[in-house]
């Protein structure tokens, strides 16, 4: 009688557990994110730690994100916008203000960035630091060698921007980041005008420059371009630092027979920085704050940086980048280079639609 009693109140439980489990649903985040821009234990890191399951998905454009934040019901959680982007949807009402309360990892983040961070940020309430870089030059030295002959300088923007320089390298391959916004400063800047300018003709100025080249560029690509290079089926890439340095790695590993280099040409070149926001709309707030102090402790934004060779604003990861990351010039470009960089400032809307609308126009050009 007695064990039958038991037996039933042990069945009774296991029914009360289960029924406990299956009635609470496995807690959600959706991740949107740029494409190669992670470690691989980072997301079954964050779902071991926390049992919230993660549905990550990723874009190579900041118009791509802001499309589906400015439609709305994007249906994420957390997305990674550039630092300029992220200024006009802060404005524009798109974010939720963050419960810092709940992140007290960004007590290891440089006091020194997130000033500058606050200039889009004001008192730093929205966003916080993903990672950043720079946007350059990426070569497949044998084959951008072998065509601009040996002693032919890749360091600086001629290259890119001389019809006869890029020509040559039309044959073997040459990728353009496919994105106005990163396109038009280093155009500008080459021209010796501001490189964030809000002046019509100016653009007007770029364009023609950048028709000169049209006919050499094979392809525009913001994210395929990393295997291409790898694989040697392009020989020059405007892009962006992580991305070609991810592409050295990758032919290093596979024993190509030629070198992959990033390099920042003299006279200076883009520097962004992309953060973590929640959009106004997310239904997993909490999750979501749970997520981004998770990417701040400091050993798990180190494997990112260690990943995908792009550095964080986390002071404390440091310590845990691998030693030849941390010395990698094209990962922290040295002091002299870090002067020469010019900041992706935030522009108005109206010279945001002129860059789009000429980009089309230069696209469609041979
Ligand atoms: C990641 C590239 C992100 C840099 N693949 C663009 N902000």
Redesign the pocket.
Same mark, same amino acid.
């Given at each position: 009688m007695k064990c039958c009693f038991l037996r039933r109140v042990l069945a009774g439980l296991l029914v009360l557990g289960m029924a406990g489990t299956a009635g609470a649903a496995p807690r959600q985040l959706n991740v949107y994110n740029? =494409?190669?821009?992670i470690a691989q234990d980072t997301v079954p890191g964050f779902e071991h730690a926390t049992g919230i399951q993660v549905r990550y998905d990723v874009y190579?454009s900041n118009e791509t994100l802001q499309a589906k934040l400015l439609a709305g019901h994007s249906g994420y959680d957390v997305v990674v916008p =550039?630092s300029n982007y992220a200024a006009r949807q802060i404005a524009a009402g798109a974010y939720r203000k963050l419960d810092k309360s709940k992140l007290p990892n960004l007590r290891y983040l440089d006091p020194a960035l997130m000033r500058l961070i606050a200039d889009v940020d004001p008192g730093n309430q929205f966003v916080v630091p993903w990672a950043w870089?720079t946007t350059g030059l990426g070569y497949n030295i044998k084959l951008a060698r072998a065509a601009l002959g040996a002693n032919a300088p890749l360091d600086s923007w001629d290259v890119l921007f001389k019809p006869e320089n890029v020509a040559k390298l039309r044959p073997c391959g040459v990728s353009m980041l496919d994105s106005p916004a990163d396109v038009f400063p280093a155009a500008l800047h080459y021209l010796g005008r501001d490189p964030n300018s809000t002046n019509p003709a100016d653009y007007q100025a770029a364009l023609a420059l950048l028709e000169r080249i049209r006919p050499y560029i094979t392809q525009f690509n913001s994210?395929g371009y990393i295997n291409d290079l790898a694989g040697g089926d392009i020989c020059l890439a405007y892009g962006?630092s992580?991305?070609v340095t991810i592409a050295r790695h990758r032919a290093h590993e596979a024993h190509k027979p030629y070198e992959i280099r990033y390099v920042i040409p003299g006279g200076g070149a883009p520097v962004?920085f992309?953060v973590m926001a929640i959009p106004i709309d997310a239904t997993h707030v909490d999750e979501a704050l749970q997520w981004v102090n998770y990417i701040e402790t400091p050993s798990v934004h180190a494997a990112i940086t260690n990943a995908?060779f792009y550095p964080s604003a986390n002071l404390a990861a440091r310590k845990y980048v691998l030693p030849e990351v941390a010395r990698d010039p094209s990962v922290y470009p040295p002091a002299p280079v870090m002067q020469s960089l010019y900041m992706l400032k935030p522009l108005p809307p109206d010279i945001t639609r002129l860059q789009t609308r000429l980009w089309t126009t230069f696209k469609a050009g041979r």
């Open positions: 740029w =494409s190669d821009y190579d =550039s870089g994210s962006w992580g991305d962004w992309d995908v």
